[in-house]
């Protein structure tokens, strides 16, 4: 949507509302007007792209599916006997 308003803005198109957000996250769009001053709308419906872990958070995660998989075993190993 950032390429379609940067587009209609360099080619004298008449853009309502910048490219962003409406209605929610999900819905991103820009608002133009066409030649007869009708108004349109391009956009996309899709989820906000995911915050990246940091390396500190990753580790925490991998430090927590250790623990659970030790304790996964103890716990194994004390119903066989």
């Given at each position: 949507?950032?390429?379609?308003?940067?587009?209609?803005?360099?080619?004298?198109?008449?853009?309502?509302?910048?490219?962003?957000?409406?209605?929610?996250?999900?819905?991103?769009?820009?608002?133009?007007?066409?030649?007869?001053?009708?108004?349109l709308e391009g956009m996309i419906w899709a989820s906000p792209p995911k915050a990246r872990s940091s390396p500190k958070s990753?580790?925490?995660?991998?430090?927590?599916?250790?623990?659970?998989?030790?304790?996964?075993?103890?716990?194994?190993?004390?119903?066989?006997?």
């Amino acid at each position: 949507m950032d390429a379609l308003g940067a587009f209609l803005e360099n080619n004298g198109m008449t853009v309502l509302d910048p490219p962003g957000e409406h209605y929610g996250r999900n819905y991103y769009a820009v608002y133009f007007a066409d030649p007869d001053g009708m108004k349109l709308e391009g956009m996309i419906w899709a989820s906000p792209p995911k915050a990246r872990s940091s390396p500190k958070s990753r580790l925490k995660s991998r430090q927590k599916r250790t623990l659970k998989a030790k304790q996964k075993r103890k716990r194994g190993s004390l119903t066989r006997r």
